[in-house]
């Protein structure tokens, strides 16, 4: 992953040269979090360097917004807030008109949504904006907040891992399935093999989850971020049951491979929106892993194809 350096190198317009003032800024910047007004960051400016001028501050964030290093919001409190984007995923927001304090989620079924909206009207969308305004749960309780102070960079890949693991605990229960009910020993095999790696996959994705945890004690109590109730591992549920009734091998293999195709396409497209992070990486790797499943079964659906072809032929030629 690059680096917050790297990062704003990339970001650099050819042949421009170094701003001190602006590298200040954006350094900044770039390690708050949560959503701050331009006179926040100045606030923060001021004591690192206090020739910084508020007006250089206003200029530096709408720069920082046009080069993509900051997103713009508004909470409707008649001033703008800024975000940084850098490994923050785009996202929506829970907004507290009591204390002020905003909340960030993500939901890949609303996301789906929104696209087929604007598909359906022939809408070339650049951004989406859904905000929830009320009262959050500390206000209304007087209970003090829920863990705050997590990233949101950590909480995606909290969600993402628990996405994958969720998929991989299906898919594991359909090829341990598929492997029961199919009676061709190759087809068998297969579905054995697929079922091995699933609970390999599972294993590493596990272990990987509980490194995870070790960087924030409290990760695991953090509100949801990423709401996820049609992702992928609905598709391999829903394919377990199609065998729990009974169907041949062939049709097994078949319904595998749109468990995987389903699956495959649902990590990479949905992983491809997400700015660099580790939860985009996790999409990303796993989208690659259902790939390569559903490369197998198709290879082995042909095999099977030929197989019966040329038992067929047999059968018929004996009949003759
Ligand atoms: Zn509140
Ligand atoms: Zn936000």
Not at 23 to 33: E, G, H, K, P, S
Not at 63 to 88: L, N, P, Q, T
Request: charged content about 35%; proline content about 2%; aromatic content about 10%.
């Amino acid at each position: 992953m690059e680096s917050p350096s790297t990062y704003l190198e990339s970001l650099r317009p050819a042949g421009s040269k170094r701003s001190g003032k602006r590298d200040l800024i954006v350094n900044v910047f770039l390690r708050q979090q949560g959503h701050l007004t331009a006179d926040d960051l100045f606030d923060l400016i001021r004591p690192e360097d206090p020739r910084i001028s508020r007006a250089t501050v206003y200029r530096t964030l709408q720069w920082m917004v046009d080069a993509g290093i900051a997103r713009k919001v508004d909470f409707g409190e008649g001033r703008f807030r800024f975000e940084h984007s850098y490994r923050h995923p785009r996202h929506f927001h829970l907004i507290c008109k009591s204390c002020n304090r905003s909340f960030e989620f993500l939901s890949s079924d609303i996301e789906a949504l929104l696209e087929e909206v604007a598909a359906a009207r022939n809408f070339a969308a650049r951004q989406s904006v859904l905000q929830i305004h009320g009262t959050c749960e500390s206000c209304q309780t007087g209970r003090a907040p829920v863990a705050d102070g997590g990233t949101t960079e950590l909480l995606f890949a909290r969600d993402a891992l628990r996405i994958a693991i969720a998929t991989e605990r299906s898919g594991l229960e359909f090829y341990t399935r598929a492997a029961r009910i199919t009676r061709d020993a190759r087809g068998r095999r297969v579905f054995e093999k697929l079922a091995e790696e699933e609970k390999e996959h599972l294993g590493t994705l596990e272990a990987r989850y509980r490194e995870l945890l070790q960087q924030d004690p409290q990760l695991e109590s953090r509100p949801t971020f990423l709401f996820f109730k049609g992702a992928a591992n609905g598709l391999f549920a829903a394919g377990a049951e199609q065998l729990a009734k009974g169907v041949k091998d062939r049709e097994a293999l078949m319904i595998g491979i749109r468990c995987e195709r389903g699956s495959h396409r649902f990590f990479k497209r949905y992983g491809e929106k997400f700015e660099d992070s580790e939860g985009k990486r996790i999409f990303l790797e796993f989208a690659d892993e259902e790939r390569a499943h559903l490369e197998l079964l198709i290879r082995e659906y042909r095999a099977l194809l030929d197989r019966q072809q040329a038992h067929k032929k047999k059968s018929v030629k004996a009949e003759r």
